[in-house]
């Protein structure tokens, strides 16, 4: 069975006139004559019957042109789709970042990808939550994006590029200020700031308080660093992740916490789509980068 009889089979379908469909397929009548012959011999069925006014296809031909047809097409999208991974191979990664992500330094990653692939472009944009960022690479929008608490997102596959844990964040003049480490007990009864548009995040917070027996009350929501900054300056706890805080919360004081909320950040695709060949050849480099880290650590 080849792809030129399954086209001239359609075709004939279409018009019903053996001189008309050879003329569309570019091939004589007798040579498509021939394409069905062999086609109904390979089936074992008839496809065409043949009369000397019509050509009708028998309930067997129909069936087997609307099989022909969706063959014809899968074989077109997947002419489409290398060729338009040809082109993305030299061409633009598209990583998406929700704001209580993007505070992770990826300067010296991106900066060691463009030493190596100087050819291709990197795009980076934000997303308002992770939903949201599960949503752009669901319809094509992004290539990756860089996700926290990938497990409660099926449609996204990734590997995870840091882990960190949730901390507590108070002004140096705060009660609380004096200790290293807190429990989740001393943080009932204060007004305390998450950050914003992470679900998932605010679910566990929730839990892990549930578990001590209080909801927390929570003063505000926000994922800016700078905002979470000034409202510091008032007796808040600020529950942030322990790199943002390190790198954006100055002269502030960090509190450990006991039984902290672990954080993994992942480098995430489409689950079951193959990514880019652009993205690819970003994904291998990333892993090649945590494989040379642990050897070095090791």
Not at 118 to 123: A, R, S, T
Not at 133 to 161: F, H, K, R, W
Not at 235 to 261: F, G, Q
Request: contains cysteine.
């Amino acid at each position: 069975m080849e792809f030129h009889q399954l086209k001239g089979l359609v075709v004939l379908a279409e018009v019903k006139s053996f001189t008309r469909a050879a003329q569309m397929t570019h091939v004589v009548q007798s040579t498509l004559s021939q394409q069905i012959r062999s086609l109904e011999e390979e089936l074992g069925v008839q496809l065409v019957a043949r009369t000397t006014r019509k050509v009708e296809l028998t309930p067997a031909g129909k069936a087997a042109a609307e099989y022909a047809h969706r063959l014809l097409q899968l074989r077109d999208e997947l002419i489409h789709e290398m060729r338009q991974e040809t082109v993305q191979q030299s061409g633009v990664i598209r990583i998406g970042t929700e704001q209580v992500v993007a505070n992770y330094d990826l300067v010296e990653l991106l900066e060691g990808f463009r030493a190596v692939r100087p050819d291709i472009e990197v795009v980076l944009r934000d997303a308002i939550s992770g939903r949201a960022l599960d949503t752009m690479v669901a319809q094509g929008d992004l290539d990756l994006c860089l996700i926290n608490d990938i497990e409660g997102y099926p449609q996204l596959s990734g590997t995870a590029l840091y882990h960190d844990e949730l901390v507590a964040v108070v002004n140096k003049q705060h009660p609380l200020a004096k200790q290293k480490k807190i429990d989740w007990s001393d943080l009932k009864d204060r007004q305390v700031i998450i950050p914003s548009s992470n679900e998932m995040l605010e679910r566990k917070i929730l839990q892990r308080c549930g578990l001590y027996g209080f909801r927390p009350q929570i003063a505000y929501r926000t994922s800016n660093l700078q905002i979470t900054a000034d409202l510091l300056k008032k007796d808040y706890v600020s529950l942030n992740s322990s790199y943002a805080a390190k790198t954006h919360l100055h002269n502030k004081t960090i509190l450990r916490m006991e039984n902290p909320i672990g954080r993994e950040i992942s480098l995430a695709c489409r689950s079951g789509k193959m990514p880019s060949a652009a993205a690819a050849t970003f994904l291998k480099y990333v892993e090649a980068q945590k494989v040379g880290t642990k050897q070095k650590t090791g």
